[in-house]
């Protein structure tokens, strides 16, 4: 089940005033204007860092590569924009961003990012590790494509996607309270190829 924008606004709520396990984003919106939305999902906010990759420090991204420990570092670029300057995002062009929001889920809460349409229609592609487990902590790290014909400013600060929450249909108790943690910066990931993939690679 989605969570209506006048639930979301009341779990915010419940939060703000101390429930054990709450549902927080922070900055926190206006909860009276989401309440009265009629919405089914909260926008979130562009935030100050962006990691765009880098070609010349390898020819091609292989998974079964063991890239090290630092990955992060050899093959990004992270770039700290202020509030009020653009980031130009060039046509075919891909960066890492992360949301100014930080959120919380609660353990009975899952969710799922998706773009704005408003901007898919002047050819920004917005994607993310789009399922979000209970108990995830952190920013989330949003993909950028520019697959129109001209440059794109964005801006840190302005809505850039939606969050639709869903109620988990039963609770694992044993969840971890911080199970999935997220930093306030762009991640590039571990890439590990599972057991079959590995086999099936060997012949």
Known sequence: MILPANEIAQRLKDGAEGNEDPLVITPSPDLNALAKSGSGSIDLRLGTWFASLRPSTTTVLDVFEDIGKNSRVRLTKESYIPFGKPFILHPRNFVLAVTLEWIRLPKDLAAYVVGKSS?????????????????????????????????????????????????????????????????????????????????????
């Not at 898919?120 to 952190?138: D, Q, V």
């Not at 989330?140 to 850039?160: D, F, R, S």
Request: hydrophobic fraction near 40%; glycine fraction near 12%; aromatic fraction near 8%.
């Open 119 to 203: 901007w898919g229609r002047r050819g920004l592609i917005i994607a993310t590790a789009t399922g979000i487990h209970p108990s995830f902590t952190g920013c989330l790290t949003l993909e950028l494509a520019n697959v129109g014909e001209l440059p794109i400013a964005v801006y840190p600060g302005m809505q850039i996607c939606q969050l639709f929450l869903h109620q988990m249909t039963s609770v694992n108790p044993e969840t971890e309270a911080s199970g999935f943690v997220a930093f306030g910066r762009p991640i590039l990931g571990s890439l590990e190829p599972d057991t079959t993939a590995k086999r099936l690679r060997q012949g």
